[in-house]
């Protein structure tokens, strides 16, 4: 059995305080917090992380197409929405729709820095669902003979194995060449320091910001007999006056002089900038725009347009290549692959500018013959028109354009 990593199904001689001590050990901090892949979104700023990643990718649609090309030599793209992988891909599993799904394997991918499930087939034919497993459940083992890997995952009843073949994976970079490495335990200091702090200020504000008082005897008071009286009264102070019960009335005993309050002025303990600084590292360790984990410090209207667009070239693209390389290699055919099949996400969505900087762009290429009218149209969904699919050759007015080799009549109206 497996524990955060920690195999303790060899090691029936030790007691639970020697396991519960060895996991402090493996993932404690000098925050003295302990920081998992599986706890870490108990940070802000790694939970924002998390749903702002997988909330993306979860949302993009997943193509199957061939890539083929011409008798010019050009290449073109052919969708495939009744290859078996296409309809997999809309269809997972059981119990969970493809936004779920991709939510879900984005979320561990981040996190653990993998992602695994079994592929479930029939006696023949296609893979019938993809079975997520959680990827503390399971070690990948590299065997030496073959170059092959194989899982093991822990469940229920025990262990199981299973071959290359049987399980699909995606990981991100790694050190040994077939684990990946979570971005977690790399950063879990910087996080375990946002926790603690988070807990601090939890703690601070849930005891009403009092962090404590000074209760003083008034001169000539010897003050409590003995040390259960004096116990007693702090006792009595913190149960009705603590939490929830700040600012009730108090009526001090005779002889107890006005108490004086203790203070943290958060500005002097640096308890708001050290959440702030935990923000930014954080959000650089992961590669996240400092906006989308509430930073707007530095933020202006003018360039969150180009951070949005930053993050998803520069962190989302990545994850999505991870994802797209895992399934070809997984799910594809031998035939497939040799075939031109390819598995993409499709980012135009994420990617497109604000309307007004897309119909210039759009513009532009149509007055260079790049792309046709009914071109355009389609990437605004919009319906092709009729004659839409001629290219301007020289210039917008049509004037001065090339005959159209295929035969239909110019058109010289912008879409």
Not at 11 to 17: Q, V
Request: charged share 25%.
């Amino acid at each position: 059995m497996k524990i955060f990593g920690f195999d303790i199904s060899r090691k029936a001689d030790l007691t639970i305080d020697q396991i519960i001590s060895r996991l402090e050990a493996l993932h404690g901090t000098a925050a003295g917090v302990s920081v998992t892949p599986d706890n870490c979104e108990e940070s802000p700023t790694v939970q924002a992380i998390v749903n702002a990643i997988s909330m993306r990718i979860a949302t993009l649609s997943v193509m199957v197409e061939r890539k083929s090309r011409d008798a010019n030599g050009e290449e073109t793209r052919e969708q495939l929405p009744n290859h078996p992988v296409a309809k997999l891909l809309k269809r997972p599993n059981q119990w969970q729709t493809p936004v779920e799904y991709w939510a879900d394997a984005a979320s561990s991918l981040v996190r653990h820095g993998r992602y695994y499930a079994i592929k479930s087939r029939g006696v023949t034919g296609p893979i019938r669902w993809l079975q997520p497993v959680p990827a503390g459940q399971i070690e990948p083992l590299m065997d030496d003979a073959s170059l092959t890997l194989r899982f093991r995952i822990e469940t229920g009843g025990g262990q199981r194995e299973y071959a290359q073949s049987d399980v699909h994976y995606a990981r991100s970079r790694s050190n040994d060449f077939f684990r990946g490495e979570s971005p977690v335990h790399r950063a879990r200091d910087s996080i375990a320091l946002e926790i603690a702090a988070q807990r601090f200020g939890a703690s601070y504000f849930g005891n009403g910001a009092m962090p404590g008082l000074i209760f003083s005897y008034m001169d000539g008071i010897k003050g409590h007999i003995n040390a259960e009286q004096r116990n007693e009264f702090i006792g009595r102070i913190n149960s009705m006056f603590g939490g929830g019960g700040t600012f009730k009335a108090m009526v001090l005993p005779y002889g107890m002089a006005k108490p004086e309050q203790m203070s943290i002025e958060n500005d002097k303990a640096q308890f708001l900038e050290t959440r702030k600084l935990q923000r930014s590292i954080i959000a650089g360790a992961f590669g996240v725009p400092p906006h989308l984990v509430g930073d707007l410090e530095r933020s202006t209207f003018s360039n969150i347009e180009q951070q949005s667009l930053e993050f998803v070239e520069k962190v989302v693209l990545p994850y999505v290549r991870i994802f797209e390389s895992a399934m070809e290699r997984d799910l594809l055919t031998d035939d497939d692959r040799r075939s031109g099949v390819v598995i993409r996400f499709n980012l135009d969505s994420v990617l497109r500018a604000d309307f007004k900087t897309r119909q210039e762009g759009l513009k532009i290429q149509r007055e260079m013959g790049v792309i046709s009218a009914n071109e355009w149209r389609e990437i605004e969904h919009y319906n092709p028109r009729a004659e839409g699919d001629v290219y301007w050759d020289q210039g917008p007015s049509g004037q001065n354009a090339k005959p159209d080799t295929t035969g239909a009549a110019h058109d010289a109206q912008l879409p």
